[in-house]
Every structure is written in structure tokens, then in C-alpha cells.
């Protein structure tokens, strides 16, 4: 395969997914087409119509195989919410249209199945929406695990949002809110899929815009908040006019609003107020110090500013005034045991003074970042060490071109290509390398591959080897620099062009188009250091903050890792000594070894790719613009894209993996060996076209695993079928027995009722003789008592209604069964409702919507409630001790009331669902509720609020204290329970544990 070839060699026995027929039919409807990858044909101009017409109908989002293209709207579309977002809960990609939330899914029950790490790496320019996308992703992520951590750590996150974009987002020309860092979150999982605790990486910071930034272009966002602070007149700030760094810019109408949410933000992760006040005045007083100018020539320098500027920095930032101005103006080496002191020249002055600011802001981002992942930690240490698997998304910046592109350009396009060439790996590179190991012919497909760019990189003499070594050389120039590449890269690299007009620009051919970069401060920006005098100046500050982020060391990918706070001179010297002994990397080298350390966590990982476009330069909605929209097609390099994924192999499980999850299609019983005649009988029984088997694994396209687990669908739906009729059957053959029983005890009762007239005959005969010799009393007529009328004969199903609210009156209604403490009836607890009239109640309402209901069949209760698709419903159960749980569910507690809270506060099984909404009483076309349980209670007088959270307008309450059957013919005769049950009788089976209910 050659970087030239892009010609694709086509196989009959391999077919494409289904396609729109050609010909004099119409292929397909613009707009309408899902996964554009499924297109008969596809080029640039298809591909951007296609783009253009869903856009225009307010659809954002479109795949292209398995990787999704999201085009910023620009306006609010109401497609986040909680119905939305439930319908991709588990759910077949196809069955729903493309969106975040699916990709999502994706990646959560990947890793639930596989157990192998995810990432999904957002990716575009300023101002495409790769912020919003990730946001939603974490969220949508958060939800499906299902748990109390979950929703803790939702809450979490979006506290810690207000701070990340204050310290890190800017104002730039092609977004007013742009991050100017890279972000990696991970979310950390248990061996169950729940979510235990997050971590947040940070890579490139854009420190140089604290000190310059380019036209139409801020610095970053909390600078200007800082001016609503209640400090802000204590720390001198009145006017950014008045600050050399935020002179071509001006406070916004928002900025106390601003302020206000970045300090509750502060207070979530836990700062004190010794903590912000002490950052906020270093922030001053990094802005004070940009004030601070310079005279001198090239041989020595000296503070042009007032004596009072000085000691107003010094003051602000808790260091000695002699020893900054010092620290600006004389560098101090020691050599062979001697102290040599070197003078700065006014230039070299100025770039200390900005080189100082540089560090504290940079150092003070990687605290904050460290304290909040202190907050998104998982603060039990056992939960800790029960993670497993974790999801990452990277939401970094995109390609950059500018007017002016200087080192901070060169490093975020770099990035970007490395991120192309890992999308290259994944998609297509190592495709081929498992296609030759397992021996399978595949198709030749070829790439574009920027591999040898990247090595013009990072070779050993590569670019940023060279700039380094430039680095160190005191005499060496920006212009030295570029010298020195147009002498090694010039002949050995094609991609790298010297300028043809000036010697301080160099030419660089990215994957996403040509760059033109200026070499000026290239040096500079690439040392990043300041003196060991100005360094332990800092170390001595009284403010607590400078000084604990100096004391910190920085990690060798540019990370801080804090120092805990020291006390003592001892453990104070023996700290700095260690810092001092260090030699600090350049920022080029930090950047080399982060980001191969990150790429290396990605390749660990399953990836998915979210493309986020930029569809206007005005950020307008409603507004496509061909042109700039194509080019960042052509960035993003999505024609490639769509047809690598249509002629390569995505998905390739080894034969075991492949057996255990796609094996039911053609063997019904488990156990069958892995091996590849059983999966090439597999693939064959599923009439599926196009797959290959190599010498361990299955290769799949990306269609074939949809198609594979839509075909496992009857299956499951057979099993939920035979589970229902299994259920049935069971309580039909309970309700046999508790018929049988009622029988008996009403012929018990009958032969009772029969005997009383004998008896009473007997009674007045026995009295008439007592009575004969007492003239005065008229000696009574035998009696002439007539046995009552028969008991009027019952239908089986009221014969069971009366023994149910029977049961409930005597056995239920004195634990307040369904009540709440003051006797009111809970929402979710209703009466003797058939399992039809559940699922019509639940059917309106939400996932997780629940009720209990009193069993028409038997003497117990029923929990049922809403899922995605249909109702589940659950038996409730009493052991003889008299406790409840669920059928197949090990929980079990004193109380009904209790075990529905626990569930309200717990996962039903392994699905994750949970009791969500408790469900209320059917609304009539009044707008009044119509209870179910009135005959529960008989005629007791109810109150007119309903009580347990039901909310106003909810039906009369049953207050615990009125005792059912006090008012005439309100309850049935009670049943005789003074016998035990005999194993045929009616008390409710033990509880089994050994199968979970499905429906």
C-alpha cells in the first residue's frame, strides 16, 4: 500500500449494505439518508448536500458507519431531553435517528459486554459544538448507569463547569466561549457498570494568551470576572483599560452574573475563603506585574515603573520586593564554586516579567484541576478500588490556520495530527495488519497516511529535537532556529517548505492543508523557565496559594502535582532541594511525552469518533455556508472516512467472544466448542452477506453486528413469552388451591348457618318446661324458626375480590400497609385492579413510573412498572415470618412501605431499573381522580388530602386509625384463619429465589 494509491479493488462475495437501486428510480431522498455510508455513491458534492438539506430540517446529526457528523445548530432544538434521551437507553442504532445520546449508549454497554476500556474523541474547530457534545455525552453516559452515584457525580460535574471555562476559555475569533486547553474525563466504572468517580486531565494550555493576545481576541474569561469580586477595589482592579494585558479588550454586560456563578463553583469544590482570597489577589497581581516596564539596552536593564507598582505586585502576590526586581533584572549560576550573576538586557527583562505570569496562572489552573478531581473522586477508598473499566472523552481543540501561527499553533495542529493518524489506525491501518495475521485476503484498500509527518516531528531529528537543542544554546535566535530546520528537514521531508520571502516563516503540509508558521518567541515559549532565584522567591511567598503551587513539582508530560501543605524549615529546605535538583523539561518535551501517553491510553481502548462542524463563521443559525463547511470536511478528512468504514471490517470478535453472543442463532443448547466451523454455521444460518472468518476471529462489517442482534431479538422475545406463560401457569395453580380452600370454609359456613334453627328449637323446649309451673307466665308456642335463606351464590371472581379485601382488612390495613405516617394512602399503593388496568395507568406515563397493587388472584401484592417498551411486573411476596420482597429478588424487609422505598433508592436487578415516579390514581374527564381502593376501606370516612408526596388534587385519603367493617354491610364475613394452612391451604408460598420475573 503506497501514499499515492487511492484506488480500491472491489470483491463480488463482499457486497455493500443494501443500497437505493440506480437506474431511472430516485436513489434516495435528499436529507433523509441516516448513515450516509449506506449511499450508492458518495462524493464531496453528495456528501455536502446531504449535510446541508438535514441541516435546513433542524437534523444536526448524521453517521457515517459507526462515527457520527454533528453540525453546530446555533440555536436551541429541544432534542436533549429526559423523553429523548430514554429512548436511547439500550437501544438498536438504527431503530432511533443519529444522535450523541446513541453514540453514548454505544459506549457505555460496549463496555458493560466487553469489559474492555472506551474512549470517544470529539473532535473539530473553535465554535463547532465539541464542549456541548461531550457535556452531553458525560451526562447521557451518567444516566444509563443507573445509580445514586450517578446522579451525585452529574451534579458534580456541572458545579465544576463554571470553573473549568473561567480559567480555561477565551474569546477568540471563531468563538466567544472557546477552550483554550485540552480535555480528557474519564468515568470510572464497577465491575456492575456503575459509575464510581471521574478524573480530569488538562493538556495544552494556552498560557501565552495571559500576556498577549491577537486582534479581536480576549484573554481568558476570569480575568474579567474578577473585576465584580468584592476584593476588586482592594486589589486595585477598576478598569481593564488600566491592564497592558486586557487593554484591546473590555468587561462584558454579564460579568457580575459571571462572577456570582464562578464563585458558588468555588465554594461546590471546596475552597476556602483564605483559598479565593488569596488566588484573587495573585490574579491581581499577575495583571499588576503586566504594568511593570523596563529601561536599559542589551547589556543591563532596570524597573522604569514606581517603586509603589513593584511593592503593590510584591504585596499581591506575598513576595519580597528586592527579590522580584532582582529576580527580573540579574540571572545567578554557580559554577565550580562560584557565583556568576548576568545581567538581562530590557528585552530579556520584559520576557522574565511575562514568563513569571505564564507559570503562576499555568500552575494555578493545574491546582484548581487537582482539586477538583479531589471532588469527582470516589470518596469511599473501597469504591475506589472496585473500578474496572472506564469511558473517556477527549474534547480538544481543532485545526488552527491564522494570519499569524506561532508555537502554540504548531503544537495544536500536531496534535490534531497525531489524532488523525490515531483515527487512521483505528479505522484502517491496523484493519490491514489483523487481516494479514489471520490470514484473511481483503480487500486492498488504501489511505492517506501522515505517519511520515508525524516523524518530521518526532524523530530524533525531528522538529521539536532541533528546537530543544536550539533551546539550550544561550546565543541561539528565533531566526538560528529556523535555520537550522530548512538545513535538516528541508531535503528529508517533503512536507516541511522553507519561506520564499522571509527567513523567519516556515511552511508545514498538515493533512488538513498548508500552514505558514512565524519562529518568533518560538525559543522562548519553548523554555518556559524562570531562574532558581525567582523560583524560591516564590517558594517563600506569604500567600498560601503561590507559594504551595511552587513548592509543587511539574511532571515530565507537564502536569503539577501538588505538594501538600508543608509546615516546618526543615521539611520547607528538604522540599526545595528536591525541586532544585530537577531539571525542568521544555514545554515541547512535555508536550511530546503527554501526548504519546494519552494516545497510548486511547489505543488501549474501544474508540468512537463524534466529527462537530462549524456551519457558519457568524455563528448564526439557520445560515449553511458551503465553503467553509467543506473545508472542514476536507480537515476532518470524512470522504476517507466514509469509505474506509463502507469497505472495512469494524467489528472483528475472536471465536469464543463471537460463540457466547451471536452462538443461539444456530445451536440451542450452550457449550458449543469456538471454533471456526461453528461460526462460519452461524453466519451462514443468518443469511448475512459479505463477512470473513480468519484464523481466530470473525471479521464483521459494521452493519453486520445491528443486523446479527436484531436477529437475537425473537429470541429474547420468545424467552419473555415462555416466562409469561410459565408465570401463569404457577398462579393458576394457586389459584386453584385458594379456590378449593374458599369453597371448603363456605361449606363449613353453610353447615353452620343449617344448624342454628335446630338448636334454637332445642333451646325454647328445654326453657317451656322450666316455665310449666309458673301460672302467670304464658308457657311459650313452639317455636316455629325458619332456617335463613340460602347464602345468594358468588362467581369466582367476586368469591376471590371478597377474600382479598377480606385478607387486606384483617392482615394488611393494621401494619398501614400503603400509608404514609398520619394514615394517609401513598400514591403508588392502589386496589384491586387487574394487570391490564396497570399497564393502561403506566402506559401514559414515564420510564420508572411504578404502582403496587393489591392481587386479584391470590392474598398479596403486585409491584409492576414502565419500562422502555412495556410494563414489568413483579409478585410481592410474605415469608412465614411475614416479610416481603420480590419474587427472584434477594432484598427482603419488615414492611411493604419499606421495601418499595429501598427499591425507590436501589436497582430491581441487573438491568439497572429503578422505581423512579410512584403512580397515581386515573384522572376523569372532570380533572378528578377516581380511587381504586375505596373498597379496601370499606365506608370510613377518608380525609380530602392525600398524603406520602401524591401532591394536591389527588383522591380522599384512608386514615390508618378508622377500622374497616365497623359500618353495617361494609365488609364481608371474615374468614376463618384460626387453623394453620395446611400445604394445600391459602397462605402465600415461601419465597423462591431462584428465577427473576421478566415481562
Not at 298 to 312: C, E, F, G, Q
Request: proline share 4%; with cysteine; charged share 25%.
Amino acid at each position: 500500500i503506497t501514499h499515492q494509491d487511492r484506488h480500491v479493488e472491489r470483491r463480488t462475495s463482499m457486497p455493500p449494505p443494501p443500497r437505493p437501486p440506480k437506474g431511472g428510480k430516485k436513489p434516495w431522498l435528499k436529507g433523509q439518508t441516516d448513515d450516509l455510508a449506506s449511499l450508492a455513491e458518495l462524493d464531496e458534492t453528495i456528501l455536502l448536500a446531504e449535510l446541508e438539506s438535514r441541516y435546513s430540517a433542524d437534523k444536526i446529526y448524521t453517521y457515517v458507519g459507526d462515527i457520527l457528523v454533528a453540525v453546530n445548530p446555533f440555536k436551541a432544538l429541544g432534542i436533549y431531553s429526559k423523553d429523548v434521551a430514554n429512548k436511547y437507553h439500550n437501544a438498536v442504532k438504527s431503530t432511533n435517528t443519529p444522535h450523541i445520546f446513541a453514540i453514548a449508549d454505544q459506549a457505555y454497554h460496549n463496555m458493560k459486554k466487553s469489559g474492555k476500556n472506551q474512549c470517544a474523541v470529539v473532535s473539530g474547530e473553535s465554535g463547532a459544538g465539541k464542549t456541548e457534545s461531550a457535556k452531553y455525552m458525560i451526562k447521557q453516559i451518567i444516566d444509563l448507569s443507573h445509580t445514586p452515584e450517578g446522579a451525585t457525580l452529574e451534579k458534580k460535574i456541572i458545579q465544576v463547569n463554571p470553573l473549568l471555562e473561567a480559567f480555561g476559555n477565551a474569546q477568540t475569533v471563531m468563538n466567544n466561549n472557546s477552550s483554550r486547553f485540552g480535555k480528557y474525563t474519564q468515568l470510572m466504572f464497577d465491575s456492575r457498570g456503575s459509575v464510581k468517580g471521574s478524573k480530569i486531565s488538562e493538556y495544552l494550555l494556552e498560557k501565552s494568551r495571559v500576556v498577549s493576545q491577537g486582534d479581536g481576541e480576549r484573554s481568558f474569561h476570569v480575568f474579567y470576572y474578577m473585576f465584580a469580586s468584592a476584593d476588586a477595589a482592594a486589589n486595585g482592579l477598576t478598569d481593564t483599560k488600566s491592564f497592558k494585558y486586557l487593554a484591546r479588550s473590555s468587561i462584558q454586560p454579564n460579568n457580575a452574573a459571571m462572577y456570582a456563578e464562578l464563585e458558588v463553583a468555588m465554594k461546590d469544590v471546596g475552597f476556602s475563603s483564605d483559598d479565593q482570597l488569596n488566588m484573587w489577589a495573585a490574579m491581581a497581581g499577575i495583571l499588576h506585574m503586566g504594568n511593570v516596564e523596563f529601561g536599559g539596552g542589551a547589556d543591563s536593564s532596570s524597573v522604569a515603573s514606581s517603586p509603589a507598582l513593584v511593592s503593590k505586585v510584591a504585596k499581591l502576590l506575598g513576595l519580597d520586593p528586592k527579590a522580584l526586581e532582582d529576580g527580573f533584572l540579574v540571572s545567578k549560576s554557580i559554577t565550580r564554586g562560584e557565583t556568576i550573576v548576568k545581567h538581562h538586557s530590557k528585552e530579556r527583562a520584559y520576557d522574565v516579567r511575562d514568563a513569571l505570569n505564564k507559570q503562576i496562572y499555568g500552575r494555578l489552573f493545574g491546582w484548581i484541576v487537582q482539586r477538583i478531581n479531589y471532588l469527582l473522586g470516589s470518596e469511599d477508598e473501597s469504591s475506589s478500588r472496585e473500578v474496572e473499566t472506564s469511558i473517556g472523552i477527549l474534547d480538544i481543540f481543532g485545526f488552527e490556520n491564522f494570519n499569524v501561527n506561532g508555537f502554540e499553533q504548531l503544537c495544536i495542529n500536531v496534535t490534531n495530527e497525531q489524532l488523525q493518524n490515531f483515527f487512521n489506525q483505528h479505522i484502517f491501518q491496523n484493519e490491514l495488519e489483523e487481516y494479514r495475521r489471520e490470514g484473511v485476503d481483503a480487500t486492498k484498500i488504501s489511505f492517506v497516511d501522515n505517519g511520515p509527518l508525524l516523524d518530521m516531528f518526532f524523530s530524533k531529528m525531528g522538529m521539536f529535537k532541533i528546537l530543544d537543542e536550539e533551546s539550550h544554546f544561550p546565543r541561539a535566535t528565533d531566526k538560528s532556529l529556523v535555520i537550522k530546520y530548512n538545513a535538516n528537514l528541508k531535503s528529508k521531508a517533503p512536507m516541511y517548505r522553507p519561506h520564499k520571502m522571509d527567513d523567519m516563516i516556515f511552511t508545514v503540509a498538515h493533512y488538513a492543508g498548508d500552514v505558514d508558521y512565524t519562529s518568533m518567541s518560538f525559543l522562548e515559549r519553548n523554555r518556559d523557565t524562570l531562574s532558581q532565584a525567582l523560583v524560591e522567591c516564590c517558594q517563600d511567598s506569604t500567600n498560601s496559594i503561590v507559594k504551595e503551587i511552587f513548592l509543587s513539582s511539574v511532571s515530565e508530560t507537564g502536569a503539577l502535582v501538588v505538594a501538600e501543605r508543608t509546615r516546618g524549615g526543615q521539611a520547607l529546605s528538604q522540599r526545595r532541594m528536591s525541586l532544585a535538583s530537577k531539571k525542568s523539561p521544555t514545554v515541547g518535551a512535555q508536550f511530546t511525552l503527554s501526548l504519546k501517553v494519552l494516545i497510548d491510553t486511547m489505543l488501549a481502548c474501544a474508540a468512537h469518533f463524534v466529527r462537530c462542524i462549524k456551519p457558519n463563521t457568524t455563528q448564526s443559525a439557520n445560515k449553511f455556508t458551503d465553503s467553509f463547511v467543506n473545508r472542514q470536511l476536507s480537515y476532518t478528512g470524512m470522504l476517507e472516512t466514509c469509505r474506509i468504514r463502507r469497505e472495512g471490517y469494524s467489528y472483528r470478535p475472536r471465536f469464543d467472544d463471537f460463540m457466547e453472543r451471536f452462538g443461539l442463532l444456530a445451536f440451542a443448547s450452550q457449550g458449543i466448542d469456538a471454533s471456526r466451523s461453528t461460526c462460519e454455521k452461524v453466519m451462514a444460518v443468518s443469511q448475512l452477506k459479505g463477512w470473513l472468518i480468519g484464523r481466530s476471529k470473525v471479521f464483521l462489517k459494521y452493519w453486520h453486528v445491528e443486523a446479527l442482534d436484531k436477529q437475537l431479538m425473537r429470541f429474547e422475545n420468545a424467552a419473555v413469552t415462555v416466562q409469561s406463560w410459565g408465570r401463569r401457569y404457577l398462579a393458576q395453580l394457586f389459584y386453584r388451591r385458594l379456590l378449593a380452600q374458599s369453597q371448603q370454609e363456605l361449606k363449613t359456613a353453610a353447615s353452620f348457618m343449617q344448624g342454628i334453627p335446630r338448636q334454637a328449637n332445642g333451646v325454647l323446649s328445654k326453657l317451656a318446661k322450666q316455665n310449666d309451673a309458673d301460672s302467670r307466665r304464658k308457657v311459650l308456642p313452639k317455636s316455629n324458626v325458619q332456617a335463613p335463606p340460602p347464602m345468594p351464590e358468588l362467581s369466582e371472581a367476586e368469591l376471590k375480590r371478597q377474600q382479598s379485601i377480606s385478607w387486606f382488612q384483617s392482615k394488611e390495613l393494621p401494619k398501614g400497609a400503603g400509608q404514609a405516617a398520619d394514615g394517609t394512602v401513598l400514591p403508588w399503593f392502589h386496589g384491586l385492579i387487574s394487570r391490564k388496568d396497570a399497564e393502561t395507568l403506566l402506559s401514559k406515563r414515564e420510564v420508572g413510573c411504578f404502582l403496587v397493587r393489591v392481587s386479584e388472584t391470590r392474598f398479596g401484592y403486585t409491584l409492576s412498572y414502565r419500562i422502555r417498551t412495556r410494563c414489568r411486573h413483579y409478585m410481592v411476596e410474605q415469608d412465614r415470618r411475614g416479610r416481603y420482597a420480590l419474587v427472584g429478588v434477594e432484598k427482603i424487609c419488615n414492611s411493604l412501605n419499606e421495601l418499595i422505598n429501598w427499591f425507590q433508592r436501589n436497582q430491581i436487578n441487573d438491568e439497572g431499573e429503578m422505581l423512579r415516579e410512584a403512580c397515581g390514581q386515573e384522572v376523569n374527564e372532570f380533572g378528578e381522580e377516581e380511587c381504586d381502593f375505596e373498597e379496601l376501606y370499606g365506608t370510613v370516612e377518608m380525609p380530602t388530602s392525600r398524603g406520602g408526596g401524591g401532591g394536591g388534587g389527588g383522591p380522599p385519603a384512608v386514615m390508618r386509625s378508622a377500622k374497616p367493617g365497623q359500618s353495617s354491610g361494609a365488609a364481608p364475613p371474615a374468614i376463618n384463619r384460626k387453623a394453620k394452612p395446611s400445604a394445600h391451604g391459602a397462605a402465600p408460598p415461601s419465597i423462591s429465589r431462584s428465577s427473576k420475573p421478566r415481562n
